[in-house]
């Protein structure tokens, strides 16, 4: 596997995807540097919005999981798992960065598709640093990145590329796609990394905070994320039936919690009762849903609750239910939901 020490080392003379005005400290040959003179800047508290952006399926979630050291988004290996824009918040000793999870760019075939690309592309324009997400393993700037790239352009923010996945690429492809990528926009870092690896988190994290401008904490020291609970819960069941459903099924629903209640149980321990619906597009789906003698909607449930009460803190006694709801991609109550600009 190629580690971010080895890109560094063998590849900043080459190519100047990491633009540092101070100098770089080597730790033992792991993924960390320093920059000289930090000391001198303690006093300074920066502050910022990051936008991450890419493709549908590059890794945006799993990344953002891993900067803010929290689960906050859906993880699947399926396309348009993000529907919003989730915001994560990571406080650092001079600084809060909070961040932007956008929904994959894609080619909108309903009112929903057509208002995950709009948030997108919306939220570029009302950051302060890009994040754009890219794939090792791509060949050349394809179609979806072109679009992205050229809305970047016409943003004029700051943008640090970061090449996802490079344990899936050679040497000599990763220089090609770099290079590539170099001369069609000026990024003020190129950084490759392997988004379910915790050793990048503190090279992108520095990066992110060397751009940001002196500001504010926007939210508590505390926080993590702007999503309520109730959000969190919806999330993680979602999540549960993307990774379990197969097809066209997990792309036609969406979850809705109608209870969220804590109280004591018997024990005297808190609990959080939660009552939430699973609704699909056709008949069929809720069948597949529901499973042979209710199995995969009793799966999906239990997995989901392991996942809140690890999350919350708290027991979690979760029930569900699967209700047919034909033209919700195209209901505009629904829809409304799902816009957060």
Known sequence: MLTSSYFIKNYIKNFKFYKFSKKIVYNNNKSIYALKGMKANMAEFKS??????????????????????????????KVQTTRTAIKGIVNRENSQIIFIDTPGIHKPKTKLNETMVETSFTSIADTDIILFLIEATSKDIGKGDRIILEKIKQAKRKTILLINKIDLVKRESLLKLIDIYSKEYDFQAVIPISATNTKYRNIVLDEIEKNLKSGPAYYDIEEYTDQTLKQLAEETIREKALKLLQDEVPHGIYIEVEKMKQRKNKNGEDIYDIEATIYCLRNSHKGIIIGKNGEMLKKIGRLARIDMEKNFGLKVNLKTWVKVKEDWQENDTIIKKFKTF
Do not use: D, M, P, Q
Request: proline residues 0%; without cysteine; positive net charge.
């Open 48 to 77: 910022g919005f990051v936008t991450l952006i890419g493709r549908t399926n590059v890794g945006k979630s799993t990344l953002l999981n891993l900067l803010v050291g929290e689960k906050i988004a859906a993880i699947a290996n």
